[in-house]
């Protein structure tokens, strides 16, 4: 019983998270092309190319998600976030199309999170990186990451250089 109910409180902490996030990009996606062409940092990657790069990130690990409830210990591909930035022309990319990729991506955890037995939640795989990983850590992950580069492009709003806390 006492794991049910943590993996269904982690489970709604996870939901809360990404739909948090997802307002808050929503914001941020909203601003103009000028603020979006800056950098919270020199060398490092301009608003619109986070947004492109949440997008792509969000879908790789929706499809993990997906993957290991639905076929529990299918192998985790890793994939190189900086190559896929450039390969896709991320800094090209309309932020209302990264946005819509966001919230779709996102609307497809929350509602899986909200109405997946917990056996298929705690479903796992092995990722060549982090090592095991349940369908609910994908999904988490998808939220504390989005959180992570929303103070990014929060610092690219404001008009400030982000350094890490």
């Known amino acids: 019983m006492k794991a049910s109910l943590e993996t269904r409180q982690r489970a709604a902490a996870a939901a809360r998270r990404i739909e948090e996030g997802r307002r808050r990009l929503e914001a941020i996606a909203r601003l103009d092309a000028a603020t979006l062409s800056r950098r919270y940092a ?12 949440l997008a792509d990130s969000d879908h790789v690990h929706y499809y993990r998600f997906l993957k290991v409830v639905a076929e529990e210990g299918v192998p985790i591909v890793p994939f190189d976030q900086d190559r896929w930035v450039v390969e896709l022309r991320a800094a090209e990319r ?5 946005m819509a990729s966001i919230a779709a991506a996102r609307a497809g955890l929350a509602h899986y999170l909200a109405t ?6 705690v479903r796992s795989t092995l990722h060549p990186e982090s090592g095991r990983m349940s369908a609910l ?9 989005g959180l992570h580069h929303l103070e990014q492009l929060e610092a690219i709003r404001d008009g400030k250089t982000w350094t890490p806390g």
Do not use: F, Q
Not at 42 to 53: F, I, M, T, V
Not at 116 to 121: I, S, T, V
């Open 42 to 53: 020199p060398g490092k990657w301009s608003g619109a190319e986070l947004l492109a790069h």
């Open 94 to 98: 309309p932020p209302a199309v990264s």
């Open 116 to 121: 997946l037995p917990d056996e298929a939640l």
């Open 137 to 145: 850590d994908l999904a988490e992950r998808v939220a504390n990451h």
